[in-house]
């Protein structure tokens, strides 16, 4: 008996609230750089819905098993082979992206980690890219939700580098790059879709 792909709860139940912005932000053809795949979920679910984009899923070199099995399966021909991407790394494994997507990734990597993807990602989307960012986030220092406290204690006894980010740190991180935030979605289980746009030329 084949043993199935490492299966996600928390992806399943959110991808389609995602997609349904994704569909009226992704409207042109485009690479969408994927940072953070995890199982593979989102990318397989996103570029059967959304056919005009090549997805390009990647994750940390370590956690890159996790989404092979599944993508693998699905054989898409709009998914390309997943990339061992550190964000920390001087040069991005991927040149040039026409728009990126990211799920719970910012509570999880450390706060260097997230500045590193916000200059990465300004090195490698092209001018007036979309990046979205889904997940909980904090506003002016405060909780949104005790659920969201709750999760961020959870997460900070863990590991002390990992817990919710606000949003005013998110935005003054990416204005000294060039990504400026465009739109802020409310979405299930206290969740957002941040929606960023890239404002610089390469």
Known sequence: MTTPPPFSRARENNKQPILEHLRNIFTAPATVLEIGTGTGQHAE????????????????????????????????????????????????PLAEANAAFSANTAHIMAWPEVQAMFRGLARVLTAGAPFCLYGPFNYGGRFTSESNQAFD??????????????????????????????????????????????????
């Open 45 to 92: 679910y996103f570029a059967t819905a959304l056919p005009h984009l090549l997805w390009q899923p990647s994750d940390h070199p370590d956690n890159l098993w996790q989404c092979e099995q599944r993508l693998q399966e699905a054989a898409l021909p709009n998914i390309a082979p997943p990339l061992g991407l550190d964000v920390g790394a001087a040069k991005w």
């Open 153 to 202: 204690a959870h997460l900070r006894a863990q590991a002390a580098h990992m817990g919710i980010r606000d949003r005013d740190d998110l935005i003054h991180l990416a204005q000294e790059v060039g990504i400026a935030l465009e739109a802020d979605h409310p979405m299930p289980a206290n969740n957002r879709l941040l929606v960023w746009r890239q404002a610089r030329a390469h």
